[in-house]
């Protein structure tokens, strides 16, 4: 089987944009690759955090990720920081990254513009933590969300840079595998979702907090009174209509948009009872597997040992490879 990497960051619950443009795949991945699955917590380092919570946050994600459906019979899950060659490679990646590809990503353009007080080297290196991350099991591909594939391209560079200049094939340029729903926008209608713009529906969310935050996403700014006809091509309840509904309730509410025959309240109603039936699982779930952390603190072990094997001799092939091992 290929083999496949990706990772999310502990930066607190996972939104319906990180499920339905990462998670959902990597479940569906399972069977037919190799996977290894990260808790990237040196990447979430770069923005300012409580030290207090970083555990509880690593516990937390590692049981989103199992509530979920990550299975750690098929895959290996792992806590990035057990493994040091993550940072080692990382160095040796920054050694042959030119500089004017990271001026280019605009992730770090966005962290840099929202944390001006701390626009640390660690934000600007974190493409290259990710590149290390993703080669360092010499992984073929990585599925993420869309706003992640100018990293992913970057990694691709890298390789090849390393590869050219150390004449060597060690590393395969990775692809990246995108969901269907690739880029989820937020409740404002207009941003992607994230935590950090507050505009997420969360897999924690209870149901009363998924109805107040369905019921403020904006619709089509047009549709003013519900005897307005809409144009569900603008809005982005209707896109999520197009995820979470049936065929016949996403034409009802298209047809009901465009005569006036349905409001936003009512097609949104249909729309609840979905996302509903997707959180409400996982949340009950993750609040069943979070009562054994022991059973969590194996599961990343487990996968620890097995990651750390692959690692150790990478690195060893790196060192060869660089010309540093005597
Ligand atoms: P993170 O934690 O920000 O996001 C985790 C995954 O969720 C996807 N995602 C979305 N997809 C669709 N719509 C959205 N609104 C949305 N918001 C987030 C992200 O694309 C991502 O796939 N840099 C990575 C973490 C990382 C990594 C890696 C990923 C570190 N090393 C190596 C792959 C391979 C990140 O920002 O994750």
């Given at each position: 089987m290929k083999r496949l990497f990706s990772g999310a960051q502990p930066t607190g619950t996972l939104h319906i944009g990180n499920y339905l443009g990462a998670i959902k795949n990597w479940v569906d991945l399972q069977e037919k690759y190799e996977c290894v699955f990260s808790i990237v917590d040196y990447h979430s380092l770069t923005i300012n955090y409580e030290k207090e919570d970083m555990k509880k946050r690593i516990i937390d994600l590692a049981a989103t990720y199992l509530a979920c459906g990550i299975d750690p019979e098929r895959c290996k899950l792992f806590v990035q920081?057990?493994?040091?060659?993550?940072?080692?490679?990382?160095?040796?990646?920054?050694?042959?990254?030119?500089?004017?590809?990271?001026n280019r990503m605009t992730q770090f353009k966005?962290?840099?513009?929202?944390?001006?007080?701390?626009?640390?080297?660690?934000?600007?290196?974190?493409?290259?933590?990710?590149?290390?991350?993703?080669?360092?099991?010499?992984?073929?591909?990585?599925?993420?969300?869309?706003?992640?594939?100018?990293?992913?391209?970057?990694?691709?560079?890298?390789?090849?840079?390393?590869n050219a200049r150390y004449n060597t094939d060690i590393f395969p340029e990775p692809q990246e595998i995108l969901s269907s729903s690739k880029r989820i926008l937020g409740i404002d209608g207009e941003n992607k979702m994230s935590k950090s713009l507050n505009n997420h529906i969360g897999l924690d969310?209870?149901?009363?907090?998924?109805?107040?935050?369905?019921?403020?996403?904006?619709?089509?700014?047009?549709?003013?009174?519900?005897?307005?006809?809409?144009?569900?091509?603008?809005?982005?309840?209707?896109?999520?209509?197009?995820?979470?509904?049936?065929?016949?309730?996403?034409?009802?509410?298209?047809?009901?948009?465009?005569?006036?025959?349905?409001?936003?309240?009512?097609?949104?109603?249909?729309?609840?009872?979905?996302?509903?039936?997707?959180?409400?699982?996982?949340?009950?779930?993750?609040?069943?597997?979070?009562?054994?952390?022991?059973?969590?603190?194996?599961?990343?072990?487990?996968?620890?040992?097995?990651?750390?094997?692959?690692?150790?001799?990478?690195?060893?092939e790196v060192r060869e490879v660089i010309g540093v091992k005597i």
């Open positions: 920081s057990w493994i040091k060659e993550h940072t080692e490679l990382m160095w040796i990646l920054s050694c042959v990254t030119p500089m004017g590809e990271l966005d962290k840099s513009s929202k944390n001006v007080g701390n626009v640390n080297l660690g934000l600007y290196a974190y493409p290259v933590l990710q590149a290390a991350d993703i080669i360092l099991y010499k992984s073929e591909f990585v599925p993420v969300g869309e706003d992640q594939v100018q990293h992913i391209e970057l990694t691709r560079e890298i390789v090849r840079k390393f969310d209870d149901d009363k907090t998924i109805q107040q935050k369905l019921m403020q996403a904006k619709t089509d700014p047009a549709r003013v009174r519900k005897t307005d006809p809409g144009n569900p091509a603008v809005c982005n309840v209707f896109s999520w209509h197009k995820i979470f509904s049936t065929e016949n309730e996403i034409s009802e509410c298209a047809k009901g948009c465009v005569d006036a025959s349905i409001g936003c309240v009512q097609c949104k109603k249909i729309l609840l009872s979905h996302m509903k039936e997707l959180i409400t699982p996982i949340r009950e779930k993750k609040a069943q597997i979070l009562k054994d952390t022991d059973y969590i603190k194996d599961v990343l072990v487990e996968g620890a040992k097995k990651c750390d094997i692959i690692a150790k001799n990478t690195i060893n």
